[in-house]
């Protein structure tokens, strides 16, 4: 086997176990990018919701109940509305969801579904759980998600979920005297439930990926063809012509000037040292040839 196709093997060998590595790394460092940007932006309507929900309760709740209204509003209710203005939002992103659950809402479109309800349950088995994070679906369809508990923390909150005979009569005649009652103070009531797409993100990861090992490959192939095509001027080429010097040399067949390889560094020492024994093997025979055509001189 050929120098030439030994270091080809080699160089290839090193290039895939190489690119096998960069793009591995470049996919779990992508991937973890992914998923900090996703949770990031879930963390971020999560936040918006939040906020929503803080100055309905600071700041509308407080309005309202100075204007003495006996009506019911529902955007007094801070989760109605965050739901609300979160909708306003999906108009905008509807790959975006946002969802307010619970065991026993008031509002019964509001009911939490299987899945919800295992969430839920993990935040009442365990208080000091403050997050879930996760993925959902397969696919195309897959989501990551971030849940929070609502924990029942005002008290001013129980004169409509304690019980139905302290409830406001508006919100009792809207929703009536069944659902949203027997809420207790710090019991997590409910949960906050971000969706965010996985798909575009993962899409994003995955091209920067191939951008990185399509580049690798392209410095790697170039690379290589400039070591192969050195190596075959440089080393290779002037090895075969002294080859074919040691072949000549060895068989005693003549070998004009102009077909002696033009050679340097070590290998020019190499010719010398083929060329050195021919020439003193040459210079023998002739001083022997001498010797035996004048044996009165030899004597």
Known sequence: MRIETRFAWNIAFCFCFGVTVAGYISYRQESRQAHEELKQRADMLLETALAVRAYTVDQVAPAMNKLKDAEFHAFQVPSFAAQDAMRRLNK???????????????????????????????????PELRELVGESGAGRDRRFYVARPIRMTSPSC??????????????????????GFGWKLDDVVGLQLVEVPTADAEAKALNSVLITVGSLSCVFVLSAAVFLLLLRRHVTHPLDLLTRVAHASSLDHEIDDAQLPAVGGQFRELQQAIERPKTSVDHALTIFERGRQDPDKGG
């Open 92 to 126: 905008k992103f509807p790959e975006y969801r946002y969802r307010e659950s619970s065991l026993n809402p008031t509002n019964v479109g509001d009911r939490a579904n299987d899945w919800e309800v295992s969430l839920l349950r993990e935040f009442q088995s365990n």
């Open 158 to 179: 129980l004169q409509c979920h304690s019980t139905p005979d302290v409830a406001p009569p508006a919100m009792l005649a809207k929703y009536g005297p069944v659902n």
